[in-house]
């Protein structure tokens, strides 16, 4: 990321620190806008999300993967990546961490974490905007 240490810290306060975050997706198809709450954790520029590979948020990522996002005197646009299944060994690191962050609902019956189509999602911040206490910090 290119921004100073100060705007990651207060990103961090903000969003990381094992949080479970409620955001705005917003993706595009045809040149439609559609928005959605998600559920997501914040590590290091990056938001992470539990989704289904089918979705209609992952089918218009696949044709752009540029998305806007917002949350607490923040807005950004990042890009969108499909980290593959969930389970996969090379998730296990991030999974373990989105579980204690979603711990609260994760085991609710709503995700399948047998079928392979569960994955995550990753936003790495692409430009953002993010103020505190009359300084704009600009990625």
Wanted: proline content about 2%.
């Amino acid at each position: 990321m290119n921004w100073n240490e100060q705007a990651e810290i207060i990103m961090t306060e903000r969003f990381g620190n094992g949080k479970d975050n409620i955001i705005p997706l917003a993706t595009l198809e045809n040149e439609v806008p559609y928005v959605r709450y998600v559920n997501a954790y914040y590590e290091e520029g990056s938001f992470y999300i539990i989704t289904h590979a089918l979705s209609n948020k992952m089918r218009h990522i696949q044709t752009s993967p540029t998305v806007a996002i917002a949350g607490d005197w923040f807005t950004a646009h990042a890009q969108g990546e499909s980290l593959g299944w969930f389970c996969d060994e090379k998730n296990r690191l991030l999974a373990e961490k989105m579980k204690k962050a979603f711990a609260s609902w994760i085991d609710n019956g709503h995700n399948d974490f047998s079928d392979k189509n569960t994955i995550i999602l990753r936003l790495e911040l692409a430009d953002a905007v993010l103020l505190s206490h009359g300084t704009r910090y600009e990625l």
